[in-house]
């Protein structure tokens, strides 16, 4: 699993963890990532899934918990 905390790393992934941070202010879901590559499956219960997430995608998602974790902290939005 790729390291979003250590500098090199978030360097590599700005764009993405800045746009999840972004998305999760807001309002955006988590659902909302626009790196998630879904695929249709033959299950009628779950008709689609998504793939495994590329590094991309985790970056995103760094940036939405890292959004979420923020807004907590403060008690909410305001």
Request: hydrophobic share 35%.
């Amino acid at each position: 699993m790729t390291d979003f905390t250590a500098f090199s790393t978030r360097s590599m992934y700005a764009a993405e963890i800045n746009a999840g941070y972004s998305a999760r202010l807001n309002g955006a879901g988590p659902s909302t990532n626009p790196h998630m590559v879904w695929m249709d499956t033959q299950d009628e219960l779950e008709p689609r899934k998504v793939k495994p997430l590329g590094d991309k995608a985790l970056a995103w998602q760094h940036g939405w918990r890292a959004a979420d974790r923020d807004e907590k902290g403060r008690g909410g939005a305001r």
